[in-house]
């Protein structure tokens, strides 16, 4: 956006003796790189339908306007993938969730990506309190990815697939390098994961 740095993160604020949560998404804005300027909430409220658990924006763009996904989590308590779409990155239209076609998918999802791969969209999803894919897989944070069709009003989301099997494997974001590969990184080990047998080869913990 006009060579300068656009950061996009998710505001949480604590209101009253409650500790009512309010969540904002915002941007901040860097022409070098170490200075930025804070251009406030762009989204200053979730929309209707969802609580105030939605975050973690991932902004991309698919050659004709900026789109955000947004982990969201329905007033029914189910995870689903928000989505806004943007001309300059600053004033979002609001293009409704994605998912129902898998039914009840975990009570919150995190982290979304969205990317092509070989001429096909790919959308990286986290979705919390998910059903395990086997009996031995019971870790209550999985991740994956989906097919994503991309429309005008929105992106269509089908064949969803486990990314990874391990507890100790989360929050998985891609970057293009500049030779045009694909790379990805993920947290290793969860902070509340610590009920999980390890494995010790060779006096090396995997």
């Not at 990506?113 to 070989?118: E, G, I, R, W």
């Not at 998985?172 to 010790?200: C, F, H, S, Y």
Request: aromatic share 10%; net charge negative; hydrophobic share 35%.
């Amino acid at each position: 956006m006009n060579d300068a740095l656009w950061l996009y993160y998710t505001g949480n604020t604590r209101i009253g003796p409650e500790r009512l949560r309010q969540t904002t998404q915002c941007v901040a804005r860097s022409t070098d790189g170490i200075h930025f300027e804070k251009l406030g909430p762009v989204i200053d409220a979730p929309p209707a339908g969802v609580t105030e658990h939605i975050r973690d924006p991932k902004v991309i763009y698919d050659g004709e306007h900026y789109r955000m996904l947004l982990g969201a989590q329905r007033e029914d308590k189910i995870g689903r993938l928000a989505q806004y779409s943007s001309i300059d990155g600053l004033h979002w239209r609001y293009d409704g969730l994605s998912g129902d076609s898998f039914g009840d998918h975990g009570y919150m999802w995190e982290c979304p990506d969205l990317f092509p791969l070989n001429d096909q969209w790919l959308c990286i999803l986290c979705p919390q309190g998910s059903t395990a894919p086997t009996p031995d897989h019971h870790v209550p944070h999985h991740n994956g990815y989906a097919k994503a069709t991309l429309e005008a009003d929105g992106i269509k989301l089908d064949d969803w697939q486990i990314l990874d099997h391990g507890f100790d494997f989360y929050a998985p974001q891609t970057a293009q390098t500049p030779d045009n590969k694909r790379m990805l990184i993920a947290w290793m080990g969860l902070p509340d994961e610590v009920d999980q047998p390890v494995k010790v080869r060779a006096g090396c913990i995997s």
